[in-house]
C-alpha cells in the first residue's frame, strides 16, 4: 500500500511519529504543494490530504473510489463534497489533524459515506492503528471537546478568577488531563483553537462556542499565552 502525506512540516512530522517508516508492506511519499496535477493522484492508493479543508475545490483531483483521507476538525465531509459539486466523490474520510492531536493510539475519524468504513478498516489495520468513528460534524469529538474547555479557561482568565499556571495545574490534577487548557493551546497553536471555535459556532450557533474575546485577541496578535 503506498500512502501521499499532503501536509506542512510540523503535521508530517507528527506524521511520522505516528507512522513510522519501514512498516511493512507500506510506503509513504511527503508532499507540501497544494497544486499538484491530477496524474500525480491517480495510481496512489491512500492519501492523507492535512491541506484539502482549505481549498475543497482540489476534491476533483481525485478519483471515484480512491481513499483519501480529510483533516475533518473544521469541515463537514458532506459540506466539503457538496462544495466540490462532484456526483461521484472519492472514498471520503475524515480524521482528527490537528497539532497534538492526531499522534494518538486511536485515529478519530468519520466517514462521507457508511459503506466506505470496510476502507477505514483496512486501511488503520495496515498502518497498525485502532480507529473510533464519530459522526460527520464540525469539530468532530475531541477538537470540539478541548477547545471549548480552552474557550472556558480563557472567560475564567479575563475574569481574573484564577491566572494560567493555576488553571493548568487545576486542570491536571483535577481531570487527569496530560495538559492544562493553556498549555494545550500554545501546543495546538492558538490559531487551531481559534478556527475550530469560529468553525463550531458558526455551524451550531450554540453560546457554548462563542470565542472569549481574550482568545480572540490572542489570535489575532500572534500570540501565545
Same mark, same amino acid.
Given at each position: 500500500?503506498?500512502?501521499? %502525506? &499532503?501536509?506542512?512540516?510540523?503535521?508530517?512530522? /507528527?506524521?511520522?511519529? $505516528?507512522?513510522? !517508516?519501514?512498516? *511493512?508492506?507500506?510506503?509513504?511519499?511527503?508532499?507540501?504543494?497544494?497544486?499538484?496535477?491530477?496524474?500525480?493522484?491517480?495510481?496512489?492508493?491512500?492519501?492523507?490530504?492535512?491541506?484539502?479543508?482549505?481549498?475543497?475545490?482540489?476534491?476533483?483531483?481525485?478519483?471515484?473510489?480512491?481513499?483519501?483521507?480529510?483533516?475533518?476538525?473544521?469541515?463537514?465531509?458532506?459540506?466539503?463534497?457538496?462544495?466540490?459539486?462532484?456526483?461521484?466523490?472519492?472514498?471520503?474520510?475524515?480524521?482528527?489533524?490537528?497539532?497534538?492531536?492526531?499522534?494518538?493510539? %486511536? &485515529?478519530?475519524?468519520?466517514?462521507?459515506?457508511? /459503506?466506505?468504513?470496510? $476502507?477505514?478498516? !483496512?486501511?488503520? *489495520?495496515?498502518?497498525?492503528?485502532?480507529?473510533?468513528?464519530?459522526?460527520?460534524?464540525?469539530?468532530?469529538?475531541?477538537?470540539?471537546?478541548?477547545?471549548?474547555?480552552?474557550?472556558?479557561?480563557?472567560?475564567?482568565?479575563?475574569?481574573?478568577?484564577?491566572?494560567?499556571?493555576?488553571?493548568?495545574?487545576?486542570?491536571?490534577?483535577?481531570?487527569?488531563?496530560?495538559?492544562?487548557?493553556?498549555?494545550?493551546?500554545?501546543?495546538?497553536?492558538?490559531?487551531?483553537?481559534?478556527?475550530?471555535?469560529?468553525?463550531?459556532?458558526?455551524?451550531?450557533?450554540?453560546?457554548?462556542?462563542?470565542?472569549?474575546?481574550?482568545?480572540?485577541?490572542?489570535?489575532?496578535?500572534? !500570540?501565545?499565552?
Amino acid at each position: 500500500m503506498h500512502v501521499v %502525506v &499532503l501536509a506542512g512540516p510540523e503535521m508530517a512530522a /507528527e506524521f511520522k511519529q $505516528k507512522f513510522p !517508516e519501514g512498516t *511493512e508492506g507500506v510506503s509513504f511519499t511527503f508532499l507540501s504543494s497544494l497544486s499538484l496535477q491530477d496524474e500525480q493522484f491517480q495510481s496512489t492508493d491512500v492519501v492523507f490530504d492535512f491541506l484539502l479543508h482549505q481549498q475543497p475545490q482540489r476534491l476533483e483531483q481525485y478519483a471515484p473510489g480512491q481513499v483519501v483521507f480529510c483533516n475533518a476538525a473544521t469541515v463537514q465531509l458532506a459540506a466539503l463534497a457538496k462544495a466540490a459539486e462532484l456526483e461521484k466523490p472519492c472514498a471520503l474520510i475524515g480524521f482528527n489533524g490537528l497539532p497534538t492531536l492526531f499522534n494518538r493510539p %486511536v &485515529l478519530e475519524a468519520s466517514l462521507l459515506q457508511p /459503506e466506505h468504513e470496510e $476502507k477505514l478498516r !483496512e486501511v488503520c *489495520e495496515k498502518l497498525g492503528t485502532e480507529y473510533l468513528l464519530v459522526e460527520d460534524r464540525v469539530g468532530m469529538v475531541t477538537p470540539r471537546l478541548i477547545c471549548m474547555i480552552i474557550n472556558e479557561a480563557c472567560y475564567t482568565l479575563q475574569e481574573e478568577t484564577a491566572s494560567i499556571a493555576d488553571i493548568d495545574l487545576g486542570m491536571k490534577l483535577g481531570t487527569n488531563y496530560p495538559r492544562g487548557p493553556f498549555e494545550w493551546a500554545n501546543e495546538m497553536g492558538v490559531e487551531q483553537v481559534y478556527r475550530v471555535l469560529e468553525a463550531v459556532y458558526e455551524d451550531t450557533k450554540d453560546e457554548r462556542y462563542k470565542i472569549c474575546p481574550l482568545l480572540k485577541t490572542k489570535y489575532l496578535k500572534g !500570540e501565545k499565552f
